[in-house]
């Protein structure tokens, strides 16, 4: 055809069209035009979006997974594919960021967890595990390891056999305490318990220590991957509802009998993990497209010989800040040679080769610490490694800090270097055993970040720590915190916005920005207003609607009522 007869024909089909009209698309073509679409915009809401003015706006649009407008206009002119959800005057925040957890170790434990954390009452431990009954298959084990403290419990002690058969008569009921007891519990989880050779008084109770440790083990005998599995996506939901899109996870110690773990520090209980397979369910999990936050892995390796063997095979072996949105290898913690747990109080002596090769590395670093002592002896060996390889850009920081003072504050600070707090003093801190010093920090303006510690001596809940963080009150509500406390938007900022430096990801995690991650908590109450929220009513707020990377990950409820659209 030469270009004079496609001339022609190009003119008539124009007039065609015009004299007709364009081909209308259907219904079903406009369907299967949105179908795997993703994009959400969120509208009419309050949103804090933690951004250096603490700014405020009533609309957000997410596309692709990333923050592509954020301001303060109606629900106009949006993409017919895109999502809406009005919500009605909803205070809407950054998804919360634990930069200090072991969400690892809680997933991966035996049975199907029941979060007690949040009780204050043998009462409410009760109606804890008798909500799970509803949704675990009779005989099976409702579990509750870690994360919580019989002094948080208005009775002051563990719940007894009765009123665990009370709760589930149906099920075995373990529950257990810290890292290695005391435990507790029922006539079925008794039964099964008494096969294995483990000792229950005839109240139900299991002694700390051997007797809780082979109670545990038991448990773990029988469990499965698929049950590992199951009881990963029980954490992260957990998590969500809460609010928590993102876990900086620190690892776990070494159980004993674990091949290929010569020269390293062995220790048992519920922070214990074989480190070579604790991470397959997570994996798996990433595999299947079925995580639902985001999970930074940090490598915690203790050491006891001066060469260091499972430091220097994570250094070499593996891959640093590699990987996904949702999962990736981040850096090491919190430990990364063995540490004056149990004894003097001295820097160990393979500590100055072990951070020196991370440093040449260039691996991210997090460093437990519980006493003054331990924050000097570390800011002296980073003092010595930074006169020779600078620090600042590797983005290391003290975990916990709990007793630190202003003038390590500012060696820290002049390094380069963070500190990462953690309220777990809120389940049994006393006015002698307190920390950290949060307002003394924050005023320093070193990097500061916050997270929970949890779930062996701390709850994964963020607002019970935050509640700690602004009142200064443990559990019981004892003053043990005056004058270190922080405002509500401080204590906010330190579990958003101030965390993505913990990962190198600043410019990603942490506030609702253009081209940060989508990630936003609708809330269940004005958090941010204390003529709504009082100083107890924190200790209650949770998410009604979370949203990671753009895709609802919990939906507990339409705001104020209304349906979604």
Known sequence: MNSRYRSRLAIACTLLVGFFGAPQASADDDKDRCVGAGDLRLVNGHIVTMDARSSVVSSVTIKNGRIASVGNRGDDASDPCTRVINLHGRTAIPGLIDNHNHIVLLGIRPGHDARIENAASIAEVQEAIRQRTGTVPLNEFITAIGGWNSVQFVEKRLPTLAELDAAAPHHPVYVQQSFTGPSATNSLGKAFFETRGVAVSAT???AANAPTLAALNALRAIQTFEDQKRG?????????????????????????????????????????????????????????????????????????QPENPLLTNRVLNAFREFGGDMMKIAGLGEFITTWPLFGPVVEPQNYAAAIRMAAERGWIYQQHTLSLAEDQFTAFAWERLNNEIPIADLHWSIAHALTIDEPTVSRLKAMGAGLALHGFRYLAGTPTSKGPPYRMIVDSGIRVGAGSDSAQISPLNPWLIIYYMVTGKNSSGVLINAGQTLTRLEALRLYTAANGWFSKEEDLLGSIEVGKYGDIVVLNDDFLDPRRVSDEAIKRMRSVLTIVGGKVVHDEESPSGHPRR
Not at 246 to 257: A, E, K, N, Q, Y
Not at 263 to 274: E, P, R, V
């Open 204 to 206: 139900g109770g299991i």
């Open 232 to 304: 990963t996506l029980d954490a992260t939901a957990y998590a969500a509802g809460l609010g928590v899109t993102t876990h900086f996870d620190m690892g776990g110690f070494v159980i004993p009998g674990t091949p290929h773990t010569e020269g390293s520090f062995l220790f048992d209980g519920a922070a214990s993990w074989n480190p070579y397979t604790a991470y397959d369910a997570f994996l798996q999990l990433q595999r299947e497209g079925r995580l639902t936050v985001r999970l930074r892995v940090f490598f915690l390796s203790m050491d006891t």
